[in-house]
């Protein structure tokens, strides 16, 4: 069974540093695409970065030159380096897999799930 498990979310001002990991079992990370994913309350859930497994990147336009995703397969954590953040990146943070090699920025891509963890960015 897979599971996946967000940390690292918090309470910042604006202009401040968040990085997020995500710890998976029963997958790994190397093996497919993987990202990050938002939800704004009252809005549809986004996505945000993801890596394929040939390590392409790819970032939502609001998050580019901010955000940076990474992955560690020694330890098989995924991670979120938000710099510069802003009030308008409040939300609650998903880790989310997927057995494609390549990344489509879509909730429907991916397979699996976290549970979120919350980021609130105050002005």
């Known amino acids: 069974q897979v599971q996946l498990v967000e940390s690292g979310g918090g309470s910042v001002q604006a202009g401040g540093s968040l990085r997020l990991s995500c710890e998976a079992s029963?997958?790994?990370?190397?093996?497919?695409?993987v990202g990050w994913f938002r939800q704004a309350l009252g809005k549809e859930r986004e996505g945000v970065a993801s890596i394929s497994r040939g390590d392409i990147t790819t970032y939502a336009d609001s998050v580019k030159g901010r955000f940076t995703i990474t992955r560690d397969n020694a330890k098989n954590t995924l991670y979120l380096q938000m710099n510069s953040l802003k009030p308008e990146d409040t939300a609650m943070y998903y880790c989310?897999?997927?057995?494609?090699?390549?990344?489509?920025?879509?909730?429907?891509?991916?397979?699996?799930w976290g549970q979120g963890t919350q980021v609130t960015v105050s002005s």
């Open positions: 989310a897999a997927s057995g494609s090699y390549f990344c489509i920025s879509s909730v429907r891509h991916f397979d699996y």
């Open positions: 029963g997958y790994t990370f190397s093996s497919g695409c």
